[in-house]
Antibody, heavy 120, light 108 residues
Framework: QVHLEQSGAELKRPGASVKVSCKAS????????IHWVRQAPGQGLEYMGW????????DFIQKFQGRVTLTRDRSTSTAYMDMTRLTSDDTAVYFC?????????????WGQGTLVSVSS | DIQLTQSPSTLSASVGDRVTITCRAS??????LAWYQQKPGKAPKLLIY???SLQSGVPSRFSGSGSGTEFTLTISSLQPDDFATYFC??????????FGQGTKVEIK
């Protein structure tokens, strides 16, 4: 069965970087885009960007460009979200999700979420 | 960018009630809309995609309709497990993915 397993919670200082992993299983990793979404405490869902695990191509919404890097390791079926220059506004749960229809898709399976807390 | 506005923000209902949530887009998005259910501390769960297609394994009491700029999610008979927050999402390839602000369904 399809499963996305994310790495554990992180506590970071302002200005630091964080790398969240998303390990896929139960399907062909390179066949489906991986998307990243975050949710600040008590807030709604905010879309961040996607990676095509086959080509490695990525795209982000403008506010994250230059600060977020999406990568993947095809040998381990794992996608990564790397965010630099963290501030308290980045405190959120970060989700990875699978898009079954390429670059124009809903999200059919989600990771369990990774809490990133940014505090001095 | 296209914005999604859900209404109501909060809805109080009883078990067995018929519940309707609306999602309005600021521009036409054809049928490129999905609905998700989220419970506290959990990831969202896909209910509906392409405006009206029921995701596999989702109970048939959930249904979606609409196209263009106005969409609805209907729960035909609210069950105890349905008390949660519901989000709509647009996913057309011409503009960024966007979520509605959410509708919390509470016990009346």
């Amino acid at each position: 069965q399809v499963h996305l397993e994310q790495s554990g919670a992180e506590l970071k200082r302002p200005g630091a970087s964080v790398k969240v992993s998303c390990k896929a299983s139960g399907y062909t990793f390179i066949g489906y885009y991986i998307h990243w979404v975050r949710q600040a405490p008590g807030q709604g869902l905010e879309y961040m960007g996607w990676i095509n695990p086959d080509s490695g191509g990525t795209d982000f919404i403008q506010k994250f460009q230059g600060r977020v890097t999406l990568t993947r390791d095809r040998s381990t079926s794992t996608a990564y979200m790397d965010m630099t220059r963290l501030t308290s506004d980045d405190t959120a749960v970060y989700f990875c999700a699978r898009g079954p229809q390429g670059g124009n898709s809903w999200f059919d399976f989600w990771g369990q979420g990774t809490l990133v807390s940014v505090s001095s | 960018d296209i914005q999604l506005t859900q209404s109501p923000s909060t809805l109080s209902a009883s078990v067995g009630d018929r519940v309707t949530i609306t999602c309005r887009a600021s521009q036409s998005i054809s049928v490129w809309l999905a609905w998700y259910q989220q419970k506290p501390g959990k990831a969202p769960k896909l209910l509906i995609y392409k405006a009206s297609s029921l995701q596999s394994g989702v109970p048939s009491r959930f249904s979606g309709s609409g196209s263009g700029t106005e969409f609805t999610l209907t729960i035909s008979s609210l069950q105890p497990d349905d008390f949660a927050t519901y989000f709509c999402q647009k996913y057309d390839s011409y503009s960024p993915w966007t979520f509605g602000q959410g509708t919390k369904v509470e016990i009346k």
